[in-house]
Nanobody, 119 residues
Framework: QVQLVESGGGLVQPGGSLRLSCAAS????????MSWYRQVPGKERELVAT????????NYVDAVKGRFTISRDNAKNTAYLQMNTLKPEDTAMYYC????????????WGQGSQVTVSS
């Protein structure tokens, strides 16, 4: 059974940090690029960051460049999103996504983890 389980969200003050984790099971993790998306009510889901299957390349949306870092540990079947210098506009539900490197239609989603940035 395929599972992506996010953890690490919560309430943090502006300027603070959080680290999200995405634990994968039920598929060959090292064959999949991993991404983090976020969504606020009434808006489309937004791609935040992506890391390739071997971890050799990363990409970020402009709004988080220099503040967020995506990483992965293929030995632990886990992806991470380190979020620093958080801003209120980073408040959203964050979703983990896995997409097969050769067959993009093979894609999986986690259940989401809420991040709230507020004083």
């Amino acid at each position: 059974q395929v599972q992506l389980v996010e953890s690490g969200g919560g309430l943090v003050q502006p300027g603070g940090s959080l680290r999200l984790s995405c634990a994968a099971s039920g598929f060959t993790f090292s064959y999949y690029a991993m991404s983090w998306y976020r969504q606020v009510p009434g808006k489309e889901r937004e791609l935040v960051a992506t890391i390739t299957s071997a971890g050799g390349s990363t990409n970020y949306v402009d709004a988080v460049k220099g503040r967020f870092t995506i990483s992965r540990d293929n030995a632990k079947n886990t992806a991470y999103l380190q979020m620093n210098t958080l801003k209120p506009e980073d408040t959203a539900m964050y979703y983990c996504n896995a997409r097969h490197r050769w067959v993009p239609s093979f894609t999986y989603w986690g259940q989401g983890s809420q991040v709230t940035v507020s004083s």
